[in-house]
Nanobody, 125 residues
Framework: VQLQASGGGLVQAGGSLRLSCAAS????????IGWFRQAPGKEREFVAA????????YYANSVKGRFTISRDNAKNTVYLQMNSLKPEDTAVYYC???????????????????WGHGTQVTVSS
């Protein structure tokens, strides 16, 4: 599975961005796709996850109500709509694919088999 994240950029606090994660290489029907982020000097942090099939989503408390994860099966793409951005959302954002673990383990980076290159999100105050 190859993952390509895009859509990052510089935005003012309160603004919005939409990240995209384009997947290719394998049927993803049993996969979980997650978004993580990593700020300088900090550990990689879970942001959100979605099942490729079904409607289950999972959010970190820090982004709940501001970020929305969704998918377009026809385009093999998962999106992360980020609203009401804050300076503390500044990080490199990564998407990753979990080939069939339990959904409740979605926040654990170690459960993901494939990772894309990150996209930088910078929120200015």
């Amino acid at each position: 599975v190859q993952l390509q994240a895009s859509g990052g950029g510089l935005v003012q606090a309160g603004g919005s961005l939409r990240l995209s994660c384009a997947a290719s290489g394998r049927t993803l029907s049993t996969y979980i796709i997650g978004w993580f982020r990593q700020a300088p000097g900090k550990e990689r942090e879970f942001v959100a996850a979605i099942r490729w099939s079904g409607s289950s989503t999972y959010y970190a408390n820090s982004v709940k109500g501001r970020f929305t994860i969704s998918r377009d099966n026809a385009k093999n793409t998962v999106y992360l709509q980020m609203n009401s951005l804050k300076p503390e959302d500044t990080a490199v954002y990564y998407c990753a694919a979990n080939s069939g673990g339990y959904f409740y383990t979605s926040p654990l980076p170690s459960t993901y088999d494939y990772w894309g290159h990150g996209t930088q999100v910078t929120v200015s105050s």
